[in-house]
């Protein structure tokens, strides 16, 4: 199983980060401020946020705002979105510069997005799903803004999307998976309403993810990927279940989906490597406390020290 | 060659063909081997006669097309999408100047011109967006450019061309968020401008069920089947009789995709529907009995379910959908026993008598424990030494019960309890047959 390849997983990220040129490059831009989220919070929890140009990045970041809505596109020119838009927040907040943004503007938007049965829409044309509550709940309680919206009627909504199993789905009826479910479950958390969660349940239908090779999977019949472990994991432990699975098998599984020589982490063992399952692979290792990362907030998926500083100025 | 070169080529053959109805990207190589699959069959089904192709010069180092299929060099990707995102940005902040500009515009200004330049702009936002898209399927700005266009112009037969283009967006890329979004929006609009929406029902209908076939699990497809039962329903256009016969159709697909849970998922949706549709019919009738076909018809699944479990032996997701439909099952017919004893108490001194529905609702749920118990028995008693799936099914069986269990304390305390503790203790089968989850098996509470 070996080591976390933490030096190498610093070099991969920079190297992505300069990238721009190919067609796997071109088929990530349109959501290019996600990838900096995931980028950057990996290098964060692996201490080694120094090693960007923040002043490069915040003001790139601040190119993608949308001026006249207050939102935040994928990257410079692209329409508004509210999960560019947590990203967004989210990366100026690593810096701590939430100086620069004009807050009431940006969680305007947000708030502006919330619909008469307590629903959010990602944007103006009207999708609706639950991950966009959590997207819209976390970002405005990270801005200090949750009394813009109808918190109560969040609640309701994301309630009305629980199933039978104890999980959650993107809307009321929509089957139980456990992406869908670390988005309700965190903004039950960040809400303080996680007393409408089963959590023996949950916890179980959470437990029943770890599969024989350790790894977590998203669904029943599913192979298990890294994501999971982060998705999963984050669940477990804001419902304070985390003890019911395998750690160790479940760290074994994530070393294994390392490029131990050109660093970066992959769904599988042996898939090839991208910023998302890297960030999603270090994440699940820092709730899995291993050595050396920085531990993770698991509601707002960023680190504690940042969140401390979010809410106790640290 | 140029890039702009490459890209009018590419937005002239889907101009030429607004049927295209396969689409991939292959190395330039293999044009030669596409050749030669389709002489024999394809002509036959094409509509067109060749001359129509031959109109169309394109580079075929780049492209290769026939019979509504189109074929795209991989070694052209990134030239042709770059290409298409620069004509795409500069035709959109053209768009958007022209429309803020006419918005603001009096009466007295050259409206006709300037419409027709909006005009031009359109179609060519349109043509752009399509190349962007189809090489990129979650480029949502494009998206909602479309959607921009697509909403001023607000015309049936666009609306149902744009469905088309989805379509075969998503048969090569069946996972894309930005896609099934959109076409929800397609699919609203559409709505509020039709009345007649069987037609979309049953194209949806065999959309997703052509891309689960190939696109297994898929997530984002069975939840756009389950959007569309929610949507349909609240429009008042999906009656009794159609969730009944969509029933009957999945029944079949989920009895050859036995792994797939979320199709077990989605007919537990469609039996929910038929009962929430029967409590409001009773409500609206006034109608005080609560037998209707439901019951049976939930009986049966639950059949059929054990029918699966005994071929199948080894498959979560048939446990899993059990412990929906028992679940269900048990709280209708508990809440009806419940009630039925109440009624009973308060009318004991008086002359009315018990309902025999409910008299027959506490019989039945008696028998389904007796019968669900030694089920179970059935599947625990198996040699579980000797093969893996009946190592498999034993594990599973044991999870389901104690799950069971704990959803329904009340089962501990009832005539059932000595049959309960026939089937031995769970905990220890589990840890057994399934060490790997033995902290959860410990962690449960008594």
Known sequence: MGELEAEKHVQYILSVEKRK?????????????????????????????????????VSWVMSCQDQDCGGFGGNVGHDAHLHYTLSAVQILLLFDRLDILDIDKVSDYVAGLQNEDGSFSGDIWGEVDTRFSYCAICCLSLLHRLDKINAEKAVDYIVSCKNLDGGFGSIPGGESHSGQIFCCVGALAITGSLHHVDRDLLGWWLCERQCKDGGLNG??????????????????????????????????????????????????????????????????????????????????????????RIFFGK | MGDE??????????EHDDLLDELGFIHPSQFASLNEGLDATAFEISNRTPSDFDALNYDETAFWTKDHKLAISTEILTQLSKAARRAYFDVRSGYKDSISVNMNANRSDSVTSRGSSIELLENNLLMHSKAILILSCDFLSAWNSRKQVL????????????????????????????AWSHRRWVIKRIAEKCQDLQEIIDEESDLARNIVEKSKMNYRAWNHRVWLTNYMTRKQVLTHIQILDELDK????????????????????????????????????????????????????????????????????????RRFLIQCWIKLFRDDCLHARQLHKDHQNGS???????????????????????????????????????????????????????????????????????????????IKTCPDKTLLWRSLSD
């Open chain 2, 352 to 430: 009315l008598e018990l309902h025999t529905d409910h008299q027959n609702s506490c019989v039945l749920l008696d028998l389904f424990w007796a019968k669900e118990l030694e089920f179970l028995c059935e599947c625990l008693n198996t040699p579980v030494d000797e093969f893996e799936d009946y190592h498999i099914q034993a594990q599973l069986a044991a999870s389901y019960m104690l799950w069971i269990t704990k959803q329904f304390p009340f089962l501990a305390n009832s005539k059932h309890q000595e049959r309960i503790s026939e089937l031995g203790d769970l905990k220890a089968i589990l």
């Open chain 1, 21 to 57: 040129d190919d067609f796997e490059s071109l088929l990530m831009e349109h959501l290019r401020i996600n990838g900096a989220y995931w980028g950057l919070t990996t290098l964060d929890l692996l201490r080694k946020i120094e090693a960007v140009d923040s002043d490069e990045v």
């Open chain 2, 151 to 178: 909403q001023r112009k607000c015309n049936l037969s666009l609306f149902m061309d744009e469905l088309q283009l989805l379509t075969l967006i998503l048969s090569y890329s069946p996972k894309s968020e930005c």
């Open chain 1, 219 to 308: 669904r029943p019949e599913k192979l298990a990927d890294v994501c999971y472990s982060w998705w999963v994991l984050s669940s477990l432990t804001m419902i304070d279940r985390v003890h019911w699975i395998d750690r160790e098998k479940l760290a074994a599984f994530i070393l294994n989906c390392q490029d131990r020589e050109n660093g970066g982490i992959s769904d599988r063992p042996d898939n090839a490597v991208d910023v998302f399952h890297t960030y999603f692979g270090v994440a699940g290792l820092s709730l899995l406390e291993y050595p050396g990362l920085k531990p993770i907030d698991p509601a707002y998926a960023l680190p504690v020290d940042v969140v401390n």
């Open chain 2, 250 to 321: 999945s029944r079949k697909w989920s009895e050859l995709h036995i792994a797939d849970s979320c199709s077990f998922h989605y007919r537990g949706r469609l039996l929910l529907r038929l009962l929430e549709n029967s409590y409001r019919r009773q409500e609206e009738e006034a109608s005080s009995s609560f037998m209707s076909n439901i019951p049976f018809l939930w009986e049966e699944e639950i059949k059929w379910n054990k029918f699966l479990i005994k071929r199948f032996m080894d498959r979560q997701s048939l446990w899993v959908y």
């Open chain 2, 5 to 14: 070169y490459l890209l009018r080529q590419f937005e002239r053959i889907l």
